[in-house]
């Protein structure tokens, strides 16, 4: 069965620096991968997918991801982090079967000034 | 485009009452729609799923004669927790996938928050 591990519970970086967030997946074949950021109380919102091709994606708010097939990873980055961008991530896989998406157990980000 | 709703966004009701929980496509068709619930600090666990005009599908262990859900139309999907207890308390999200686009994308709700006193 699919799974997706994110290693970093919380995370906290100075607004300015940069930012990357781990996640790793399990699965067989290619997968199709996402990140989404939730602030407190909300709903999700998708920052970013890698379905095929280009293995790095560009999202919004100045976020990017890299698919990395031999590490089995796809970590969310930015260069320089705004306080806004406080908020929960989760990364996500398709699983095989209705398009159901497997989430990981999200990492909190921090931005301290 | 690709907006999802839920109402409400905020309820609180007794012990042993049931409260409905809608969610909408505002401008899309969605034959399929997810129900998760969401602990605090915790990620998010798929109940069920909803396809139109059929019956849901449960994952293991949520109770569907607990949480019953409908899928009537293209564009609604509600959720009722019966008879509800101090435990069901819980964020609930909706999401909607949007046939003919991106593969297992879904539109998430901006999630209901539950309390049952």
């Known amino acids: 069965a699919q799974s997706v591990t994110q290693p970093d519970i919380h995370i906290t970086v100075s607004e300015g620096a940069s930012l990357e967030l781990r996640c790793n997946y399990s699965?067989?074949?290619?997968?199709?991968l996402f990140w989404y950021v939730q602030s407190p109380g909300q709903g999700l919102q998708l920052l970013l997918k890698?379905?095929?091709?280009?293995?790095l994606v560009q999202g919004i708010k100045g976020f990017e991801a890299e698919f990395k097939r031999s590490q089995s990873s796809f970590n969310l980055r930015k260069p320089s982090v705004h306080w806004s961008d406080a908020a929960e991530y989760f990364c996500a896989v398709g699983a095989v079967d209705g398009n159901k998406l497997v989430f990981g157990a999200g990492t909190i980000l921090r931005v301290k000034s | 485009g690709a907006v999802v709703s839920q109402h409400p966004s905020r309820v609180i009701c007794k012990s042993g009452t049931s409260v409905k929980i809608e969610c909408r496509s505002l401008?899309?068709?969605?034959?399929?729609m997810f129900w998760y619930r969401q602990f605090p600090k915790q990620s998010l666990m798929l109940m069920a799923t909803?396809?139109?005009?059929?019956?849901?599908?449960?994952e293991q262990g949520v109770e569907k004669d607990k949480f019953l859900i409908n899928h009537a139309s293209l564009t609604l999907s509600t959720l009722t927790v019966t008879s509800a207890h101090p435990e069901d308390s819980s964020f609930y999200i909706c999401s909607a996938f949007r046939p003919g686009f991106a593969t297992y994308e879904q539109y998430f709700g901006p999630g209901t928050r539950l309390t049952v006193t």
């Open positions: 909803s396809n139109e005009g059929s019956k849901a599908t449960y």
């Open positions: 699965y067989g074949a290619t997968p199709y």
């Open positions: 890698y379905f095929s091709g280009d293995t």
């Open positions: 401008d899309f068709q969605a034959t399929t």
